[in-house]
């Protein structure tokens, strides 16, 4: 959900002549007084982001590099201290945008630089496509499609995010503002509808790129798009064991192991085009069965058919395990070359977890 301001806004300070006063063509540097002046105050009144944030995407739109840059490092200063009503804003007002088009039409290389190095590092603060702030990550993919070259970050760069001001922010939510990234990655148990769907499009958008490859090209899953998404996806996946062993929800609990199906199935495939294995047989997406509308009455179970109940059960699971045991053995060097966990006790665990669950409905 995004953050949303409540009560009466107070009087305003010209947003603008602030913003203007940071970037002025006629400063030899960054005027770092003012810039963390400007952060006090969103701190100390969220209902001026918009305005600030607007002023902000104006001066990008500046002819003088002079004037991109000191707003740029401005952007970065805010984005770094004023915690979750910037970054939504930066998101609102195609401030992305802006700068990606500061990239494609090549302005001064001291400007390009610093416009990508802030899309990197906040893609990656953001959590990539399945994060929070998803928006980061498509304009940084935008650029690397279009085939343009980021530098390297340095090695001692400071963190993307800092805590804000320790007062009490106006109309400012109960919870601590820390560090945005932990609040998204912290707790995978808590994940929502909205968290499995934004994995669940990462999901789908590495299956459409290694769909497309040439499984007789070893070479192409070294493309560092896909390599970015594989990695994320292993996240994810990290991600999803967590929560489909905390969750009550059983609604979110059947998404969540058909996701993680879904999750395997495409990166067995990309361990096996990266080793030189043969491709897995890809199992088709079974469509929910339709209900009965006159269903026979299920037999209660007593203690005579409840042994039956539970052998067919077994039987069922041991030969889901032989099949999946079989499908390990075929990729196990891709598998390994990408340094994962072995498969099988991610399975038996979930297979396990299934079982439970059918238990509970």
């Known amino acids: 959900m995004y953050p949303v301001v409540t009560g009466t806004p107070p009087a305003r300070l010209p947003a603008a002549s602030r913003v203007d006063k940071a970037t002025s063509h006629l400063l030899q540097g960054p005027d770092w007084a003012v810039n963390l002046e400007i952060c006090d105050t969103l701190n100390a009144d969220r209902w001026q982001t918009k305005d600030i944030v607007k002023a902000v995407k104006k001066r990008l739109q500046h002819k003088d590099p002079k004037v991109k840059f000191f707003t740029l490092t401005l952007l970065e200063t805010m984005m770094k201290n004023c915690g979750e009503y910037v970054h939504f804003e930066v998101v609102d007002q195609h401030i992305l945008q802006e700068i990606v088009k500061i990239v494609q039409k090549r302005h001064d290389m001291q400007v390009r630089d610093k416009a990508l190095l802030l899309l990197d590092s906040w893609q990656e603060a953001f959590g990539g496509p399945g994060g929070k702030y998803p928006q980061y990550y498509w304009s940084y993919i935008e650029l690397k499609r279009a085939g343009v070259m980021f530098p390297q970050r340095p090695v001692d760069a400071p963190p993307i995010f800092t805590p804000p001001a320790t007062h009490q922010a106006y109309g400012s939510p109960r919870y601590p503002s820390g560090s945005l990234n932990e609040r998204i990655t912290s707790d995978a148990g808590t994940l929502s509808f909205e968290g499995l769907n934004n994995i669940r499009n990462a999901t789908e958008l590495l299956y459409d790129m290694v769909n497309a490859l040439n499984p007789a090209d070893r070479m192409t899953v070294k493309d560092e798009i896909i390599a970015d998404l594989v990695n994320q996806c292993r996240s994810n996946q990290q991600k999803l064991m967590q929560f489909v062993s ?84 075929c990729g196990d060097e891709a598998s390994s070359s990408a340094g994962d966990q072995p498969l099988v006790p991610v399975f038996f665990f979930l297979e396990q977890r299934r079982r439970t669950a059918r238990h509970f409905i």
């Open 246 to 329: 905390s969750t009550g929800d059983e609604d979110l609990l059947k998404q969540g192991l058909e996701l993680n199906d879904r999750l395997q199935s495409v990166l067995t495939r990309h361990d096996a085009i990266a080793s030189g294995s043969p491709l897995p047989v890809e199992t088709p997406i079974r469509e929910p069965q339709r209900e009965d509308p006159n269903p026979e009455p299920s037999t209660p179970i007593t203690h005579d058919n409840k042994a039956q109940v539970e052998e067919d059960e077994d039987d069922e699971f041991a030969q889901i395990a032989r099949r999946k045991n079989k499908s390990v053995i």
